[in-house]
């Protein structure tokens, strides 16, 4: 059975950094596409950022382009988001979750998550 779990959420005050992990088990999914999500209360899950199997193509929202960066080490079945710059805004519950594909299809399309680790962005 697949597993994904999150860690690194916590505090931080606005300006600040904060570095998301995601860890796999019960199968590589290296060759998996895998997604940072994120929901604040109240509101829908969003996209935040996509990294290829291969790391060779990343993509991100554009309300967190330039301020985060997303990475895997297939080594360590660990995929990972760098979150720089950080507002108010961007406070909410992150989840990671993987697709067997090597295209992003939607939220709808995702095959495993996991269950979230919160980032609290105070002003």
């Known amino acids: 059975q697949v597993q994904l779990v999150e860690s690194g959420g916590g505090l931080v005050q606005a300006g600040g950094s904060l570095r998301l992990s995601c860890a796999a088990s019960g199968r590589t999914l290296i060759s998996d596409i895998i997604v940072w999500f994120r929901q604040a209360p109240g509101n829908e899950r969003e996209f935040v950022a996509s990294?290829?199997?291969?790391?060779?193509?990343?993509v991100y929202a554009d309300s967190v382009k330039g301020r985060f960066t997303i990475s895997r080490d297939n080594t360590k079945y660990s995929v990972y988001l760098q979150m720089n710059s950080l507002k108010p805004e961007d406070t909410a519950v992150y989840y990671c979750?993987?697709?067997?594909?090597?295209?992003?299809?939607?939220?709808?399309?995702?095959?495993?998550w996991g269950k979230g680790t919160l980032v609290t962005v105070s002003s």
């Open positions: 979750a993987a697709e067997r594909s090597s295209i992003y299809s939607g939220i709808g399309g995702m095959d495993y």
């Open positions: 990294i290829s199997w291969n790391a060779a193509r990343t």
